[in-house]
């Protein structure tokens, strides 16, 4: 199975590798500078991809391991990615937008970034608490 880590995120792997703890952030964002507060909205969005990449290996675990045929498996993997790959192109897209409608466009789309970012984390974490969505068809 490829990689989908750079290619579904949009993100460097080496990007993602970099995590910062809650008290940096924290810290960050009792800096009053711009430049400061830019690289608070970049740390908190670099933190909610971290999340997410983890979210989505844990669904393509519960994909791997249901029980279920190997030709239901591949389908539910082709659909996790597909869906995943139109998420991409709809966070960017709209991002872009609000990047193209302020004039402080860098915080305002890293914070875009991560508010879309955290909202695909929690609808793939309903999915997988639920289970039917990778629970094979009733026979």
């Known amino acids: 199975m490829k990689n989908l880590g750079s290619a579904l ?11 910062l703890h809650a008290d940096e952030i924290d ?8 430049a400061q507060r830019h690289l608070c909205a970049d740390a908190e969005y670099r933190k ?11 669904a393509q675990n519960a994909i791997n391991t249901m029980d279920a045929p190997e030709d239901r498996k591949a389908l539910a993997r082709q659909r996790l990615e597909s869906n995943q ?3 991409v192109s709809y966070r960017d897209t709209t991002c872009n937008i609000v990047s193209n409608l302020t004039d402080q466009m860098a915080p305002k789309t890293a914070k875009c970034l991560t508010k879309l970012t955290r909202e695909r984390t929690d609808d793939l ?4 608490e639920s289970g039917a969505v990778f629970a094979p068809p009733p026979q």
Not at 27 to 34: F, N, P, S, Y
């Open 27 to 34: 810290e960050c964002q009792k800096t009053l500078g711009a």
């Open 9 to 19: 995120f949009s993100i460097p792997l080496a990007f993602l590798a970099t995590t």
């Open 85 to 87: 790959t139109a998420w």
């Open 125 to 128: 974490e309903k999915l997988l």
């Open 48 to 58: 909610a991809a971290v999340q997410l990449l983890k979210t989505y290996e844990q």
